[in-house]
């Protein structure tokens, strides 16, 4: 079945830093969606991509969706500590939603 | 505007008992999904309907896992004898797009 392959598993970064993670596959997508998980919570959506080399932003987050239609990655610029948490990807192909493993975010003040 | 409502946010049972999950969707979505989050195996997409119809249960991982949906508005995931092994967050999510929208679990613990 369709697989995703979201690295870095973690991250540890300072306050301040940029950010970036990425999926791959080794199916086509036609959807790329982002998502972010607090500790307690549902994931929430960050930002949906529809189009192959589609570069969406939401605020300090940009997103793009591989040439390839097989990869995309995240950027989150000058990172705060509210940016912490579990960050998801998501395909959509022909079949169901897939999800990635998550990338989870620590920021040290 | 509400989003998905799932209750209860935690449930704790003994091995054995049956579960009830339930699901309210966000009015107007048409497709709901129930999802088994873990550690060890992240998200896993149990079971979707779209306009109150089970599509995809292939993710139901056996048996004594069973899911409804009686009208637009409400669904519901049952454990029907508990084990262990189903301890996880289990999430309800809908859409009318390609934009999942999920809500804040519930918590299952079987002791």
């Known amino acids: 079945g369709q697989q995703l392959n979201q690295s870095p598993q973690s991250m540890f970064i300072q306050e301040g830093e940029d950010v970036s993670m990425n999926c791959t596959s080794s199916s086509i997508f036609n959807t790329w969606l982002w998502y972010k998980q607090e500790p307690g919570e549902g994931p929430v959506l960050l930002i949906a991509l529809y189009k192959a080399g589609e570069l969406t932003s939401n605020g300090r987050l940009t997103a793009q969706f591989g040439i390839t239609r097989k990869d995309s990655f995240l950027n989150i610029s000058a990172s705060i500590p509210s940016d912490v948490g579990i960050y998801f990807c998501?395909?959509?192909?022909?079949?169901?939603?897939?999800f990635g493993q998550g990338t989870r975010l620590t920021i040290n003040p | 505007d509400a989003g998905v409502i799932q209750s209860p946010r935690h449930e704790v049972t003994e091995m054995g008992q049956e579960v009830t999950l339930r699901c309210k969707p966000i009015?107007?979505?048409?497709?709901l999904f129930w999802y088994r989050q873990t550690m060890m195996r992240g998200l896993e997409l149990l079971i979707y309907f779209n306009n109150n119809v089970p599509i995809d249960d292939s993710g139901m991982p056996e048996d004594r896992f069973s899911a409804k949906m009686p009208n637009a508005s409400f669904s519901t995931l049952k454990i029907q004898p508990s084990e262990p092994r189903d301890s996880a967050v289990y999430f309800c999510?809908?859409?009318?797009?390609?934009?999942?929208?999920f809500g804040s679990g519930t918590q299952l613990s079987v002791l």
């Open positions: 999510a809908s859409t009318r797009t390609r934009k999942l929208f």
């Open positions: 998501a395909g959509q192909g022909a079949q169901k939603l897939v």
């Open positions: 009015s107007g979505h048409n497709s």
